[in-house]
């Protein structure tokens, strides 16, 4: 890809962009990370919390357990053993000794008391987040009986919902630090980018010598600034060389051109020369000429080429410079009708070059000439007519071969063919005759668009 | 009929000497011609000239180098460059040197001899040496037994300079004789240009020095 459309894709680019997305992932990131690690400690404490209300409630009961076994067997001495939430029921769940709280707060204390009096085995019932209670069958001095307890799961969940908070807090804190880190160490990472992209922004072109010099390529920034300098540095060279060559071959092929031109010149100004010769004079003069004018588009081509002139040719533009060219021609009437939103993907100079060898031959042709053009999808059409007399079908068909054009030198019409081509275009003769005018019409087909 | 002119040629390419000097003796002028930017400073420096042909590609310097330094050595004459390429660019840098005038190769003949009329008319301008000598091949001054080295740029700005004694020469056209046109130089660098060309002056014990005419150029003055 051409250097000048990457640097201005780069001038397109929303600035920032990549900071923005750098700072979006960096967040995105953390803030997953932050949710794992709230859920993970929520899950661990809730565990752990778990296991304490199961350790309490069974020390607890083992505790009453040793308790009643030491006592007597007469049941009224058990009661000091149990404390309050302890329940001891008999083998047929008549309450022995200890009572049930009364508490309004959980009226389902009592029920869940009263499902677990009969027991048979060892189990937990949790009261929704409230209470754990503990049935543990128990057998003293040969009666079995039921013992229950119950445990306040406040303190539990008081503690589980602090430590919640707390990492939720942290992580929103974690998220908020990563994502300014992130801004930070973007902008300060970046910055040479930056500093490229507005450094680049002044540059034209034509700037072959200009360089990013971000320095000793301590970072990968850096490194690449270097890399593009180096890539810079052979392009440049490369321009350089192509308008070393440009120059040396018109210098190479106009002075021989120039002895020629002169030499027949300096035999025209003889008073004594015949006729016929003369003539012949005339007709190198004319060669001359011509193949002057062929080194000079050639060059403007080449030089259009690499100067990256890719602004292209407005329809103002052009209508200037064929209005100009008929003036220098100063003949016949020429009318000049085209779009001004028109811009032809082409610079101005190579347009001018295609579209002069069809209107000097119009005017040549005929009293009138109208230049108009039409836009159909991306193609720039510019329509050049005459009211002449029209092109004969033998010469119609070979009249872009050099040497074959109706008047003048020919070599026009083949020219302007070949700049055409050279810019992705073409030039074709559309009617030898009952065109617009009447007359020939011709065609410049060429890129282009409406802006 | 047209009044006979001493023509100076420096042209590189036999064929187009050759028959430029035919061209011009046929016309019935006094041609002295030189195939070098060396051959010129040497034929072309001390004579009486009434305009210069000169080509801008030398093979051993800038043909617009070489005018600089015969104007320099006090020659006067008007000068019409010849070119092989023919941009405004060209064009420009050709004028900022010390253009008179310029054609493209291949030029007319006849068109040739009617400008140099026109130039030649117009050459009212008497010689003055300044003592300093430019050489337009090593990009250096003298004065005497004393030579310095200069930067080509160093060279075309003073060359704009002192080819004009007395005259106040423009920042603007300073800056067009050294740089390439369109090139964009600041204040400070022409002046730090200036100063260094003042230093190299004084190395060669030149007998002029250049002073700044505030807000609008340069002139050199005769060294007291």
Not at chain 2, 104 to 111: G, H, W
Request: net charge negative.
């Amino acid at each position: 890809m051409n250097p000048t459309h990457l640097l201005e894709r780069a001038r397109r680019a929303a600035p920032g962009a990549l900071r923005r997305r750098l700072i979006a992932a960096t967040g995105l990131a953390s803030a997953v990370a932050a949710v794992v690690l709230v859920v993970t400690t929520h899950l661990v404490l809730d565990r752990a919390g778990d296991a304490t209300v199961r350790r309490v409630l069974a020390e607890r009961a083992d505790a009453i357990v040793a308790t009643l076994a030491r006592t007597s067997d007469d049941a009224d001495d058990a009661a000091p053993a149990v404390g309050p939430y302890d329940v001891l029921y008999d083998d047929r769940g008549r309450r022995v000794a200890g009572a049930v709280p009364e508490s309004f707060r959980f009226p389902g204390l009592a029920d869940a008391f009263a499902r677990l009096d009969r027991a048979r085995s060892e189990r937990y019932l949790d009261i929704g987040e409230t209470y754990r209670l503990l049935a543990r069958p128990v057998e003293v001095e040969g009666r079995r009986g039921v013992l229950v307890l119950a445990e306040s799961l406040a303190v539990y969940e008081g503690d589980e919902d602090a430590a919640l908070w707390l990492s939720i807090v942290t992580g929103t804190l974690l998220v908020a630090l990563s994502m300014t880190v992130a801004a930070w160490i973007s902008r300060r990472a970046l910055a040479p980018v930056q500093e490229m992209a507005s450094t680049a922004r002044e540059w034209s072109e034509r700037d072959l010598e200009r360089r990013f010099d971000l320095g000793a390529p301590t970072d990968e920034i850096r490194a690449l600034g270097q890399v593009l300098d180096e890539l810079l540095e052979k392009v440049a060279a490369a321009i350089r060389a192509e308008q070393r060559l440009t120059a040396e071959m018109a210098h190479e092929l106009r002075s021989p051109l120039t002895t020629i031109r002169a030499t027949a010149d300096l035999m025209a100004l003889h008073p004594d020369l015949d006729e016929q010769l003369r003539e012949d004079v005339a007709d190198i003069v004319a060669a001359c000429t011509t193949m002057s004018t062929t080194i000079t588009v050639l060059l403007e081509l080449a030089r259009a080429g690499h100067t990256g002139d890719r602004d292209g040719c407005t329809g103002a533009q052009l209508a200037e410079d064929v209005r100009a060219l008929a003036a220098a021609r100063d003949g016949g009437r020429l009318d000049v009708d085209l779009p001004p939103r028109l811009v032809i993907a082409a610079p101005r100079v190579v347009v001018l070059r295609a579209i002069g060898p069809l209107v000097d031959n119009a005017l040549r042709a005929g009293e009138r000439v109208q230049v108009t053009a039409a836009v159909r999808s991306g193609r720039a059409v510019v329509t050049v007519a005459d009211d002449g007399p029209g092109v004969d079908d033998e010469v119609a068909d070979r009249i872009f071969e050099p040497g074959a054009g109706t008047t003048g030198s020919g070599l026009g019409l083949a020219l302007a063919r070949r700049v055409a081509h050279a810019c992705g275009g073409d030039v074709d003769l559309v009617r030898a005759r009952g065109g617009p005018l009447g007359g020939a019409s011709f065609a410049l087909d060429l890129p282009g668009h409406l802006s | 009929m047209d009044p006979v002119l001493r023509i100076g040629v420096c042209e590189d390419d036999p064929g187009i000497r050759k028959v430029l000097v035919r061209g011009l003796r046929s016309a019935g002028h006094d041609v002295t011609a030189a195939q070098d930017g060396r051959e010129a400073v040497a034929l072309l420096g001390g004579v009486a000239l009434d305009a210069i042909i000169m080509d801008v590609g030398l093979p051993d310097a800038d043909g617009r180098d070489v005018v600089q330094a015969l104007q320099a050595g006090g020659q006067r004459a008007p000068v019409l460059f010849l070119t092989a390429l023919g941009t405004v660019e060209d064009r420009l840098s050709g004028f900022a040197a010390g253009a008179d005038d310029y054609l493209v190769k291949p030029f007319d003949l006849r068109e040739l001899l009617a400008r140099l009329q026109v130039l030649a008319r117009r050459h009212d301008r008497a010689p003055v040496a300044t003592g300093l000598q430019l050489d337009p091949l090593a990009h250096a001054i003298r004065h005497g037994e004393r030579q310095v080295a200069l930067t080509p740029t160093e060279y075309r700005m003073l060359a704009a300079i002192v080819t004009r004694p007395g005259e106040v020469v423009r920042r603007a056209a300073v800056v067009a004789a050294g740089w390439p046109d369109g090139a964009i130089v600041s204040e400070n660098t022409v002046d730090s240009f200036l100063r260094r060309l003042r230093v190299k002056l004084e190395q060669v014990d030149a007998p002029l020095t250049i002073e700044t005419v505030r807000g609008v150029g340069f002139t050199a003055k005769e060294r007291r």
